[in-house]
């Protein structure tokens, strides 16, 4: 398979921004009477604050989380170079709503480092927020299995037979589904159903890659990626497509654009198939988004759904 047959040079990001209807009085009107989009994607510079209009479009942090409840969030952090990472800002004013909805936990689902935090503009004064999200003293993506934090979880997916998953994945009342737009050398894109290989150990993750017909067979890839995804679905789903690589994923440095938008809902399928045409992909062309669509975790078709976007 031709990785570069998938990159569509042309006008799609021009066309991406025509998609979807602005938000109006009609848009506000309907979530007083309970009617949310299925998506929302906010356009701005502010990614702390456009987050949270995010989640208050679709219905608000009490829609998806309860007082007493323990928030797992997965979050793609680990990278350092620009536009490989999911922006700070976005995670923390996630981590304060929860908080602020009475979350009684946040954790994280896999190891964050210290520095991804300092990157944000509102570190210091969330500082004593940080230090009750809680984090792993392990890192499963170098981590070899270790029963005292993994399980080994039958699999019922088409290519994918056992995972091995931490623990907190399902310990968690609440899910949610922190990820970055951008480039992956053997996948094409990260994304939603991509980021959730994260709750895996390192030695699992690795078996998507060799376990197929040929070492990184496309196809296995992606079913494996959607196969894991059967094991629980994101409560909410959320994209950070404010700064992208485009080349040389997932860890760059590569090629950078910034379409300047963050994008969240609850169809993680439907999330990541509108996300690529936001980074010059044609979401047909993106094996995990048509296998997430043939195994029924959600509805690539997103145009046919209610999409609200803002412009803060």
Request: proline share 3%.
């Amino acid at each position: 398979m031709d990785r570069r047959s998938f990159i569509k040079r042309g006008g799609l990001m021009g066309a991406a921004s025509f998609l979807f209807p602005a938000f109006s009085q009609k848009a506000v009107s309907r979530q007083k009477n309970g009617e949310y989009p299925d998506i929302c994607i906010v356009n701005g510079e502010n990614i702390f604050d456009n987050t949270k209009l995010l989640v208050d479009t679709l219905g608000g942090t009490g829609r998806f989380v309860s007082g007493g409840q323990k928030v797992g969030l997965l979050i793609n952090s680990e990278f350092e170079n620009r536009g490989a990472y999911v922006s700070p800002d976005m995670t923390l004013s996630v981590a304060k709503m929860c908080f602020d909805a009475g979350a009684s936990e946040v954790r994280c689902l896999q190891f964050v480092s210290p520095e991804y935090w300092r990157r944000s503009k509102y570190a210091e004064d969330l500082s004593g927020m940080i230090e009750k999200i809680v984090i792993n003293d392990y890192n499963q993506s170098h981590a070899e299995f270790d029963p005292d934090h993994f399980s080994r979880v039958d699999v019922s997916g088409k290519a994918l037979k056992e995972a091995e998953v931490v623990d907190d994945f399902f310990s968690c009342d609440v899910y949610i589904n922190i990820s970055i737009a951008k480039h992956h050398g053997s996948t094409i894109y990260t994304g939603t159903m991509k980021n959730t290989m994260g709750i895996n150990t390192r030695e699992n993750c690795v078996s998507f890659h060799t376990d197929g017909p040929t070492r990184n067979d496309a196809d296995f890839l992606a079913q494996c990626i959607a196969d894991l995804n059967t094991l629980r679905k994101p409560d909410i789903c959320l994209v950070d497509v404010s700064e992208v690589l485009v080349t040389n994923g997932p860890s760059g440095p590569g090629d950078v654009i910034n379409p300047g938008k963050v994008v969240a809902g609850t169809d993680m399928v439907a999330v990541d198939s509108l996300c690529t045409t936001l980074i010059n992909h044609e979401y047909g062309d993106i094996l995990s988004v048509v296998k997430g669509h043939e195994t029924g975790l959600g509805d690539m078709d997103f145009k046919k759904m209610k999409i609200e976007e803002l412009h803060a």
